[in-house]
């Protein structure tokens, strides 16, 4: 199955795109990594990564949420995670996109992030142990990242 980018942006020219097809990581957790994102230098998104997965940073959770506990020193937020799992596969995402504006000729410190977005992939299925007939549903993510280098005016 073709996957298509979300966002038809205008000048292909300054424009680098990356993206992580079936990863096996929690189709929530990166929902909201996503959304945490959306918006920032490239360089800042991989440090920020870097620092969640090093256990020194927390992501923000505003969505679910649910039984999540509150972290010192987050302000207004102050429910959060460290979701490792998910900040490492769209680390690989984002190194992607770094590895693509150095082939392309673009500077990697003046990309922004303008469109990431965690999509549901396939479902797998697995039988349970002891010859069970029930399954064990497990979601993949698929994710998609556009990054635009910003000229100053």
């Given amino acids: 199955m073709k996957l298509h980018y979300s966002l038809k ?3 292909e020219s300054r424009i680098v795109k990356g993206m992580g097809r079936d990863l096996n990581i929690s ?4 929902v909201v ?5 959306r918006g920032m230098m490239l360089m800042d998104a991989i440090k920020l990564l870097e620092a969640v997965i ?3 940073k927390t992501i923000p959770f505003k969505k679910f949420k649910k039984g999540t506990g509150h972290r010192r020193g987050m302000g207004k937020e102050n429910t959060g995670k ?3 799992k998910a900040a490492s596969g769209i680390l690989n995402v984002l190194r992607n996109l770094e590895t693509n504006a150095d082939y392309k000729g673009l500077d990697p410190e003046k990309l922004r992030i303008i469109h990431i977005q965690a999509l549901k992939g396939i479902t797998r299925l697995r039988r349970k142990p002891k010859g069970r007939w029930a399954i064990w549903r497990s979601q993949l993510v698929n994710v998609q990242a556009i990054a635009e280098e910003s000229v100053k005016s």
Avoid: G, N, R
Avoid at 27 to 30: I, L, P, Q
Avoid at 33 to 37: H, M, P, R, S, T
């Fill in 27 to 30: 189709f929530k957790h990166a």
């Fill in 33 to 37: 990594i996503c959304d945490k994102l």
């Fill in 9 to 11: 942006p205008k000048d």
């Fill in 82 to 84: 460290y979701p490792k």
């Fill in 54 to 56: 090093a256990l020194e």
